[in-house]
């Protein structure tokens, strides 16, 4: 699926960002490519294998379906939806490249957002509810950093303080013990209990420059391909899901001027009601009158 992200027509966001920072992108995909395939530098072909084997042993072994991107930066806001498309379109299948049912559960639902917001939406799950593997994601060079006056930090280190407190949390957690020594009231404890050992893994970029984003997307598209690999080498195209879309469509455009005894007599129902909220006078009646009578 990396087609759509570094194919000729994406190259035209060279009109808006300049050609030079389009260049350092690929630079950086093209080195983390070379690091993977040809071995040149051991660690980073193993980092983005153990990267693929930790996603199929929380998917596959310890039932862990989804998984949380969290870049602590803004710029990012958009990772994790391009993760989302790359991996669950890939790796979304039930079945091996020869057809064959899989005996274990494949793919991952990858969700996230950048860390502060996703703190006030859904870490709340994450600590206390089921548990969901997370990639928290830090800079170690600030893009804006930010100085208010008699501040003894500036915006970047306490959001860096955040990205080090998160991993820890759902690591150690949080035991009653602890909570009554420092005089929880007792009817608040099991509701302030964290049980901890949860997985997550830290990646803390030097800067954030298009040559480490080069770098971070062709990492996350390694991991996507270890994990295809590992589950019986399951076919990462998209075009058997994109048929069954198109052939659901021209099914929905066809309705709109005569039933499709295909359909459920539900989704006949209100499709029916949706069509006549489009249309004028008598023919909204009788076809409100017609469903009534079904």
Not at 44 to 72: D, E, H, M, Q
């Amino acid at each position: 699926m990396r087609i759509w992200i570094w194919n000729c027509l994406t190259r035209c966001v060279s009109i808006t960002q300049t050609l030079q920072i389009q260049n350092l992108k690929l630079k950086g995909r093209i080195l983390e490519d070379e690091y993977y395939l040809l071995g040149e530098y051991v660690t980073s072909r193993i980092n983005c294998t153990i990267l693929g084997l930790l996603s199929v042993w929380n998917v596959s072994f310890l039932g862990y379906p989804a998984r949380a991107i969290l870049p602590y930066t803004q710029a990012l806001e958009k990772l994790a939806p391009h993760i989302q498309q790359v991996s669950m379109e890939s790796n979304g299948k039930g079945v091996s490249i020869d057809g064959v049912s899989l005996p274990f559960e494949a793919g991952e639902i990858d969700f996230g957002e950048p860390g502060t917001n996703g703190q006030h939406s859904f870490y709340q799950l994450i600590h206390q509810g089921r548990v969901i593997p997370c990639d928290f994601i830090g800079i170690v060079k600030s893009q804006q950093p930010v100085y208010l006056r008699d501040e003894v930090v500036n915006n970047h280190d306490e959001l860096m303080s955040n990205f080090f407190a998160q991993p820890d949390a759902l690591a150690y957690g949080k035991t009653p013990e602890q909570l009554r020594s420092e005089n929880v009231a007792s009817h608040l404890v099991p509701h302030k209990t964290f049980t901890g050992n949860r997985p997550s893994l830290s990646l803390l970029l030097p800067s954030l420059d298009a040559y480490r984003i080069g770098q971070l997307l062709a990492m996350y598209e390694h991991r996507i391909v270890v994990e295809g690999f590992i589950w019986d080498a399951i076919d990462g195209r998209p075009e058997t899901t994109l048929q069954i879309m198109k052939k659901a469509f021209h099914m929905a455009t066809k309705h709109n001027n005569q039933k499709v005894s295909r359909y459920g007599a539900c989704r006949n129902r209100v499709s029916g009601v949706v069509i006549c909220s489009n249309r004028d006078g008598d023919e909204i009646k009788q076809k409100l009158i017609t469903l009534s009578k079904e």
